[in-house]
């Protein structure tokens, strides 16, 4: 049958299948297809990357577009904008930094009751970091505590703070309108929000009665310590994502109670208690054990820059090793007395997990290489990183057996021998599970051309910024690569890049060659965790 005969619903479902570059050069087909391929609905789930505030009018207007349901906007917004936006069909909105007061002297801010109502109606809200007015910002909580459509509203994450960034202050909003807001939503990211005692206590109060539908909370940076520990416990629990880095939530009058709920009953997934201490919480008595085996029930655990004491250590590997759900552990720049921690125990432990950060944390020579050793067998981890601890004593066998079990691999300026590197790279010649390798800061100078260049044709990713790169080298790995070949991103500093010559560049088939200014250390998207 000629394709152009087919009806009209069966082209509509194959476009349905396509994406969205693919049915951009459908579209230019003929007028048949363009009739059914310009249809909003099979644009609606499109994300333009982001849409500068004098451009909105024309792309809301744009007829394939009229049911879109993602937008981003950078810079600000007037209340000529947010008319637009009140007609439109969107679900996610995403005004990340934007200006929606004090845009200029010259220039009204928007209109707080017309916020409200936009901001009301949308489904997902990102408004990181976006300058509200106090008007505005109680507007919005007054309606949504009437009625809302929003079931995640983001103010402010725990990224990293730029020098211009401005944190939203919401302690003027009256603790119950703040807490009945709020428990109308799934998902609440209001970290460092300068939230007051009260309205923690009130957000308490409302998430441990029937109606509340909060599942994630991120209250990073605000101070938990003067909660009351069991209804704190109660309500807490009951979440699926909870956020309580930076929170004094070691200081509680009864930290036992939190882990005690957990160990009985949690619907917990995922948990960050990244710097918060454990270890010195005043005398208090947190049990070893109970800690242990609360923490051992989750299955995403962030614990970066955790304080936690040594005994506290070692019931914890000690519990993983015999039973964990965990499966994704972030154990970065966490200090402890290594010594009470059995080898066997922690590597048997993290060995269970899919991923692992562990970088420059305590971990000594004989637990290092356990690891190491267990992994060389068997490990079921698919991502590891260990930058900035030494690896030198790993013998350079089973380092390079232990490293080419693992898919994503960081080793940032780890101390790694050069015969470690030279049996690594041979090793993945031959063959590996690696597809993304980062050595960064690491010197990759007296790593024989041939063996480095054999060895990244095997890798999807290596990055390799400041790490002293020959020009042979460089030129080597880039020439070798063919239609076919596996690697398809390099990334380099720009004092490497400035040694590969014009004709190398013409000539290499890698589909990207990244160059950095400066190293950005491998992170998740956040907002993943909010809206995917």
Known sequence: MCVELLPPEILFCIFNFLDFPDLKTVVQVCNHWRGIGEDPVLWKSIRIQEVHPEDLKIVLNFPRLAKLQ?????????????????????????????????????????NPKLLSDVLNNMEVVNANR?????????????????????????????????DEDILPDLSHISPDLFAQALAKLE????????LTGEQLEALIKYMNLEGSKIKQLG???????????????????????????????????????????????????????????FGNNNNRSLDPKLFARALNKIENLRMVGVDISDIQAREFFKRMCVQT??????????????????????????????????????INGPQCLELFLRMAQFTKLQYLDLSFLDLCGIPTDIFAEAINKVEKVILLDCHITNDQLVTLF???ALSTNI????????????????????????????????????????????????????????????????VVSDEVIENTELKELRVSEDYEYDEENWMQLYYT
Not at 90 to 97: F, G, H, K, M, P
Not at 187 to 194: L, W
Not at 229 to 250: I, R, Y
Not at 436 to 454: G, K, N, W
């Open 70 to 110: 993602y937008i981003k906007i950078s810079d600000w917004l007037v209340d000529e904008h947010l008319e637009l936006l009140k007609r439109c069909s969107l679900e996610i909105l995403d005004i990340n930094r934007c200006f929606l007061h004090e845009i200029d002297p010259e220039v009204a801010s928007v």
């Open 130 to 162: 976006a300058n509200f007015s106090e008007d505005q910002l109680l507007q919005i909580f007054e309606d949504m505590s009437e009625s809302t459509r929003l079931k995640t509203l983001i103010l402010n994450t725990t990224e990293e703070i730029d």
């Open 187 to 194: 998902i609440v990211q209001i970290s460092e929000a300068f």
């Open 219 to 277: 209250i990073a940076n605000n101070d938990v310590s003067e909660i009351d520990p069991t209804e704190f416990a109660k309500a807490l629990n009951k979440l699926e994502k909870l956020d309580l880095s930076g929170t004094n939530f070691g200081y509680q009058e009864l930290p036992n109670a939190f882990f005690k709920q957990m160990v009985e009953t949690t619907n917990l997934k995922v948990l960050d208690l990244g710097f918060n201490s």
């Open 325 to 362: 759900q965990i499966k994704e552990l972030y154990f970065e720049d966490c200090k402890y007395d290594m010594s009470l921690v059995n080898p066997n125990f922690m590597a048997s432990g993290l060995n269970k997990l899919t991923k692992l950060k562990m970088a420059n944390s305590s």
């Open 426 to 428: 041979k090793t993945i």
């Open 435 to 498: 597809h993304y390798l980062d050595l960064s800061l690491i010197s990759l100078e007296t790593v024989p051309v041939d063996v480095i260049a054999q060895g990244a044709m095997k890798l999807e990713t290596l990055r390799i910024v400041d790490s002293d790169l020959l020009k042979e080298q460089l030129d080597e790995i880039l020439l070798r690569v063919a239609s076919n070949s596996k690697l398809k991103l390099v990334e380099i500093s720009y004092e490497d890049a400035f």
